[in-house]
């Protein structure tokens, strides 16, 4: 006899689905706003309006981050929740849980973008926030994940489809990412300082930029994709067997790939060498799962012709292929010594970010919002000069980049015949890259035009359509998940209906690299030698440093001279591992648009931006005052709210206090002269700016900036290079 099967019947939560669809729209809005400006401030420095808040420092972090978490980060929790619920068969574990994670996460936006714009921030990339709204992320994920495993708990299927493996992964690697980097102590409410220093920051810093790529912007739509493209096309996913294989090679791999972001730093060779040699094995795990996807459409291409939807997931993947390949090359060091400082990783992020998140965003929502609504999509017309309008938006926004890495790279590293640097000014390979930046901006251009269309479309849609928030639905229940099957069954299948097993699994895959890679850092002494020479910054010198932070400097100057000829020859001494040993958090930089600053306060003869002298107060205070004065062809904005900014001297014994804790070797009760050491020193850069007729209070900004700068560098001054 068979069993009677009891049928259970439940609804959807499409409620959910349709306000993350909505944050989506809104926060995607505002992301390519706001990254539209920065671009025209690279090209024409007076968009940078000669505000505190609209600076290129301040504008930057607030689209990196406004992109990821809320443009990315919305539509991935908006397609999770839908897909989800349909594969396990199951409503969402919990309607208040869902809420709460919806308006936390929206409140975590909000908070980040007043924020990074007050010049509150980490100074470290992707992970700029401060403690308290780390604290909240970490909440709202937890709510995320607890959400999810809940559903996966109640399901009524019995095996777990390979999109939830993906979400599994994304909830699990995102968690230790965010937990180890977030580390911090605070100092004041919007002010802490990370417990790494120096190398150790920059490798945890590092582990985790990559691997928020990782697990942010790549596993979970990797997930997306293996629901919504076979949905799509009205197709099976290609190959059951290789999107085992794509999943588990590709979540251990990825972990231990973060040291390629720091090759010829000062850095171990061994970090080194793993970041290189995992970075090159992950080419195969990442191709994989494109063709898994390509091939799905098999006999499905007349229907990609003809619909936009598709046509975005074929775009998707294929830039996920470009990107996964050009990745791992560009972890090569005779590769990585041209792209890295240059336009080159940043065209290699917009080709990800626009083509493999953009793509599978637009195509998702193309398919997501007519069935959300029970109606047709608006215009398919619309949607498909969308695709069109920002495919090419895409390739005039990452070509000009490539064109200016190499024309850039080229000038940097070019000798007279007589052995001297041709353009020795890092200035002058600037000025020769700024058509580029021109072209570049008429890409975003298309490509917001393209994603107004796309606005247009969808809220046309959800206008003739009509959702119901709670879908009604039915399924058999699940009898006895648990129970080993018969004969035959595969090992992964068995681990297919244990959803705490496999997930202990997942957490095993992604700590393993992390853990072999981070934990002899921070624990072997001998791994960061010491300089004796470098000594802790002075309070005025910290000030100066967290201002440096606060304004977004690092966004455009690195302080981190590679062992390479042209840069030696240009900035100086290649940096030591020991150099940087109180530096919470640390400086190095991804991208120069501006010249290296490490020696910037050197004292010897050595050329610094093209110049052998030693830059004076008054030099520095010109420079951040009226920068067009100093190089008619600059592209650095002004900054003079520096001279205007009081400095907050209370906290200076609080962040003292701070780094005593941390390991800096400040004398026992420093804190308590801090203030006077602080305006000791500050007077004496005071006097020096007036003896060249500039007035100004010893506590503003500028003056500690002032101090930082000249500090850069001095220390190891005439140090032999094996001390």
Known sequence: MHRIMEI???KYDNAIVKNFTIATIVWGVVALTVGLLAALQL????FNLGLEYTSFGRVRPVHTNAVIFAFIGNAMFAGIYYSLQRVLKARLFNDIISKVHFWSWQLIIVLA???????FTTGKEYAELEWPIDILIAVSWVLFGWNMIGTIIKRRVKHIYAAVWWYLATFLGVAVLHIVNSVEIPVSLLKSYPVYAGAQDALVQWWYGHNAVAFFLTTPWLGLMYYYLPKASNRPIYSYQLSIIHFWTLIFLYMWTGPHHLLYNALPDWLQALGVTFSIMLIAPSWGGMINGLLTLRG??????DRADLKFMVVALI???MATFEGPMMALKTVNSISHFTDWTVAHTHIAGMGWNGGLIFGMMYWLVPRLFKTKLYSSKLANAHFWIATLGILLFAIPLYWAAITQWLMLKEYTPTGSLAYPNFLETTIQILPMYAFRVVGGVLFFTGFLLFLFNIVKTMAIGKMEANEDSEAPALVNPQKRNVAGETVHRWLERRGVRFSIFVFIAVAIGGAVEIIPLLSV???IPKIEAV?????LELTGRDIYISNGCYNCHSQQIRPLRWETDRYGEYSKIGEFVYDHPFQWGSRRTGPDLARAGYLGDVSIGGSTTYKTAVWHYNHFMKPLEMNPQTIMP????????DVVLDLIPKKIKVMKTLGVPYADGFEELAINDYMKQANGIVQELKASGVEVEPNKEVVALIAYLHKLGKDISGVDEDE
């Open 525 to 527: 002494e001998s791994n």
């Open 113 to 119: 973008a007043v924020t990074l714009l007050l010049g």
């Open 43 to 46: 090209a024409w420095p007076a």
């Open 319 to 321: 830039a996920y292929g």
């Open 638 to 645: 002004a900054y003079p709210w520096l001279a205007e900014n």
């Open 300 to 305: 499905a291409w007349d229907a990609v012709r």
């Open 535 to 539: 000594k802790p910054y002075t309070p």
């Open 8 to 10: 259970q019947k439940f």
